[in-house]
Every structure is written in structure tokens, then in C-alpha cells.
């Protein structure tokens, strides 16, 4: 469950009878919670109060553990929608980190192989999936991952979809052309423009077309009675998705 303080700080707690949630702000019994509610509010034993509420995706991603940098939210539900995703997908996702676009795809209905050279980034987004798939009330997608390098080649087709969270992605195209399905997307996730640039010059040569390339940037509010503006923090830049779709050859 989800334990969010009266400031707004978030704590991804695992609840178990007899457990007990641990804070500055004192020390919360698992039993006050189990069996109850969503939505309910508890104290600790030093009266601190917290609202407790199951966590959305968005919560998972933010508080989960991880050993690389994770996709944001804001980029996730963009990449969904980019990339088509839909369910019964089959989509190759290539440099996986900490899990949190497998999460999203697999949340989505997409059945998702992963390739990881790393087998500790494996490990933990295997973790995370698994975590997610026990907690969901819905019917998900199918997870599994392949410690293996996808510049070297992609085993799996027809496939629906490719997402690459990686350096060089360009070095996937040759593969992505012959494991996709006609009119298969292409999704990269880069940090830089000049990769970006690098990779829209080898998306024509390589056969692909409709490319585009955006970022997302996000800016709350601040709505408090007569008081209205923007907050004075945002969520600006974190990377710049490219997508690009399988043409007929000539």
C-alpha cells in the first residue's frame, strides 16, 4: 500500500499481520490497515497521521526499487500511446534498467520480451514486473527477459512493436526490419538531440518512414481557494522519444 504523510511524501510499504511501517514520524502497525479500506486514514504512535490508498502505477514507478534510472510517468503514458500499444501486443523492449516501462507495457496488456545485458538490471526489473502482475486486479500482459545484446541481433518475430531505451539504437534498425510485422513502430527514448539527429538520418536508409520526434513537458498548479497559478517547479526535460514505422519495400 501507498502511505502518504500530511506533506505530501510518499512510502511504498508491504503489508504483512503484524508488520509495523517505520518513519520520522513514528511507527504505523500494519493491522490498523489490513482488512480495511482503501482510502482510510491512520496515526502513528506519535500521531503523525497518513492517508493509506493502493499505488497507482505512476506511485510504483517513483517508489519502487532500482538500480537504474527509470522512465518518468509523464514519458511513460506518452510511449503508450506513441508506440500504439495494445493488448496482445508482442513487443521486444531492449535496454530494460530498473523495470518501469516493462511495467507499463505489461500493465497495458502487451506481451513483453526484454533483452538486458546487464544481469543485475535483469534481476531487478523481473522483480518489479512480478511485484506488479501479484498486485493488479486486472488481467496484464506476458513478461519474460533475455540476457543478451540486441545489437547482435533480435531472435524473436513477427513482432508488433520495438522500444529501445539505449544508446545507439540507429544499430537496431537492420534488426528491427526483419523481426517486425509490416507497419511495426519503432520506439527510442534518447537523452540527447544528437543521437536523435543520428538516428533520424538512419531511419530512411534503413526502410523506415512516418518518423517524428517530441518531448513532454509537464507544469502543475497550484489551486488553493482564490489562489491560482503555476506551481514554481516543473517537470521539464527528461528525454526525447522517437518513433518511426516499417515501410513496404521501394
Given at each position: 500500500m501507498l502511505f502518504r504523510d500530511s506533506k505530501g511524501r510518499r512510502y511504498l510499504v508491504r503489508l504483512a499481520a503484524g508488520g509495523r511501517f517505520h518513519s520520522h514520524a513514528g511507527v504505523v502497525d500494519h493491522d490498523q490497515v489490513l482488512g480495511q479500506p482503501?482510502?482510510?486514514?491512520?496515526?502513528?504512535?506519535?500521531?503523525?497521521?497518513?492517508?493509506?490508498?493502493?499505488p497507482a502505477l505512476a506511485d510504483l514507478v517513483l517508489t519502487m526499487?532500482?538500480?537504474?534510472?527509470?522512465?518518468?510517468?509523464?514519458?511513460?503514458?506518452?510511449?503508450?500511446?506513441?508506440?500504439?500499444?495494445?493488448?496482445?501486443?508482442?513487443?521486444?523492449?531492449?535496454?530494460?534498467?530498473?523495470?518501469?516501462?516493462?511495467?507499463?507495457?505489461v500493465r497495458a496488456g502487451a506481451h513483453v520480451v526484454g533483452y538486458e545485458t546487464r544481469s543485475d538490471f535483469a534481476d531487478r526489473a523481473r522483480a518489479n514486473v512480478a511485484a506488479l502482475v501479484a498486485g493488479e486486479r486486472v488481467v496484464t500482459g506476458s513478461y519474460r527477459i533475455e540476457e543478451r545484446d540486441?545489437?547482435?541481433?533480435?531472435?524473436?518475430?513477427?513482432?508488433?512493436?520495438?522500444?529501445?531505451?539505449?544508446?545507439?539504437?540507429?544499430?537496431?534498425?537492420?534488426?528491427?526490419?526483419?523481426?517486425?510485422?509490416?507497419?511495426?513502430?519503432?520506439?527510442?527514448y534518447l537523452p540527447g538531440m544528437q543521437q536523435v539527429s543520428q538516428l533520424?538520418?538512419?531511419?530512411?536508409?534503413?526502410?523506415?518512414?512516418l518518423a517524428e520526434t517530441f518531448e513532454v513537458l509537464v507544469r502543475t498548479w497550484h489551486v488553493e481557494g482564490r489562489s491560482v497559478r503555476p506551481?514554481?517547479?516543473?517537470?521539464?526535460?527528461?528525454?526525447?522519444?522517437?518513433?518511426c514505422r516499417l515501410l513496404a519495400p521501394g
Open positions: 482503501e482510502g482510510i486514514e491512520v496515526r502513528s504512535a506519535t500521531g503523525a497521521r497518513f492517508l493509506v490508498v493502493r526499487p532500482r538500480g537504474a534510472q527509470v522512465i518518468y510517468p509523464k514519458d511513460l503514458g506518452a510511449i503508450l500511446m506513441a508506440a500504439d500499444i495494445f493488448p496482445g501486443a508482442l513487443a521486444l523492449e531492449a535496454g530494460v534498467g530498473s523495470g518501469a516501462l516493462s511495467m507499463a507495457l540486441v545489437y547482435e541481433g533480435i531472435a524473436e518475430s513477427p513482432l508488433d512493436r520495438v522500444l529501445l531505451d539505449l544508446p545507439e539504437p540507429w544499430r537496431v534498425l537492420p534488426h528491427a526490419r526483419t523481426a517486425l510485422v509490416p507497419g511495426g513502430i519503432v520506439l527510442a533520424r538520418a538512419a531511419v530512411q536508409e534503413e526502410g523506415f518512414g506551481d514554481h517547479r516543473m517537470v521539464a526535460h527528461t528525454g526525447f522519444i522517437t518513433t
